[in-house]
């Protein structure tokens, strides 16, 4: 059974700090594109970053560049994914879900795989 588990979200303060988890299982994610997506209340679902297999190669959303960070550690039976944000404002505030697929896109029609998402809320 594939899974992608998040975790990490909460309520934090403007200029505070988050790190999100998401862990994948069930299938061989370690040649697999992973990304965070985000979606605000009656807003569009918007890609935040990606990363590849291999954690050489990240793309990262204009509005969270130079704040976030994306990286993985692929092991033997599960590989997990982290999104580190600091400087957050509370137009971050939103549920963020964990996408993989093979192949990298920005798109949220690219990612076969999703978690069930984690809301973070950022305070003013």
């Known amino acids: 059974q594939v899974q992608l588990v998040e975790s990490g979200g909460g309520l934090v303060q403007t200029g505070g700090s988050l790190r999100l988890s998401c862990a994948a299982s069930?299938?061989?994610?370690?040649?697999?594109?992973m990304a965070w997506f985000r979606q605000a209340p009656e807003k569009e679902r918007q890609f935040v970053a990606a990363?590849?297999?291999?954690?050489?190669?990240?793309?990262?959303a204009d509005s969270v560049k130079g704040r976030f960070t994306i990286s993985r550690v692929n092991a033997k039976n599960t590989n997990t994914v982290y999104l580190h944000m600091d400087s957050l404002k509370p137009e971050d505030t939103a549920v963020y879900y964990c996408?993989?697929?093979?192949?990298?896109?920005?798109?949220?029609?690219?990612?076969?795989?999703w978690g069930q998402g984690t809301q973070v809320t950022v305070s003013s």
């Open positions: 990363i590849n297999w291999s954690g050489g190669t990240t793309n990262y």
């Open positions: 996408a993989a697929d093979q192949y990298y896109s920005a798109s949220e029609n690219g990612y076969g795989y």
């Open positions: 069930g299938r061989t994610f370690n040649r697999y594109v």
